[in-house]
């Protein structure tokens, strides 16, 4: 009896195929993003933390599509024409941020042009960004919120300082204790069609957080909270679907 409902349920199951996530690297080879304190830019960090998370995402069941490929250059709007075009259930952008100019130091790493902040705390941390242009805000909420409980289990802190006026640019943060911030124009996001968040790891001209990325250990850490997080999403889909 058990082996016929199995035979029954397998074809429907089979129809179906596995949910499928756009990893979005930040940036180009041209437009690197921001330099971090020994002299690495933004890019390479984006596109190491995508290439190994890419696979525990396929472990866990998810199709995965990588918008760019190491080396490869993409615009913002065919980063989200593509997530669009295959109809991905979540589109998970990797950034690795920076401060102000006048809150950092030009300096020197191995012979390598390198910047530093002070050392000031409020500079480290991750960040999470939504935007309310994005037609599938809730769903992208619901996800930054699942990511964000995640990473704050991690003992990481959110970084808060963009919504300061004189550290930041005033960003409005719709929710302090978890590091989510309104950012409406992020042309990824608002271009998106599906539920879109966009993700800052730490910040690379902090030495401290610069060495906190650069540890295998804590990549992994963090790369498995997103893993659950998607997991933890594709659970709230299937409840809010429920009658
Ligand atoms: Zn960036």
Redesign the pocket.
């Given at each position: 009896m058990l082996a016929a409902l199995a035979a029954l349920a397998l074809p429907a199951a089979a129809e179906t195929p596995p949910p499928l996530i756009v990893l979005d690297p930040?940036?180009t080879p041209e437009n690197p993003?921001?330099l971090g304190a020994r002299g690495i830019y933004?890019v390479d960090y984006n596109d190491r933390f995508a290439a190994e998370l890419a696979p525990l995402l396929r472990a866990a069941g998810w199709r995965v599509v990588l918008t760019r490929e190491r080396g490869q250059a993409m615009t913002l709007a065919e980063r989200a024409d593509l997530a669009n075009s295959l109809r991905a259930d979540l589109f998970l952008s990797i950034?690795?941020d920076s401060t102000r100019d006048i809150f950092v130091t030009p300096s020197e790493y191995e012979g390598r042009p390198a910047q530093r902040t002070n050392g000031d705390a409020r500079f480290r941390g991750y960040s999470l960004y939504v935007s309310e242009r994005n037609p599938q805000l809730g769903a992208s909420y619901t996800f930054a919120l699942l990511l964000a409980r995640r990473i704050r289990a991690l003992g990481r802190p959110p970084a808060l300082y963009h919504a300061d006026l004189l550290y930041g640019s005033g960003r409005p943060l719709y929710d302090e204790h978890h590091g989510i911030y309104r950012y409406d124009n992020l042309a990824v996001l608002r271009r998106a069609e599906t539920p879109a968040v966009l993700l800052e790891v730490g910040v690379l001209p902090d030495e401290t957080d610069e060495a906190w990325v650069s540890t295998p250990a804590n990549r992994h850490a963090m790369q498995h909270a997103i893993v659950q997080a998607t997991l933890e999403y594709q659970k709230s889909r299937f409840y809010r679907a429920a009658p």
């Open positions: 930040g940036h993003g921001a933004e950034h690795h």
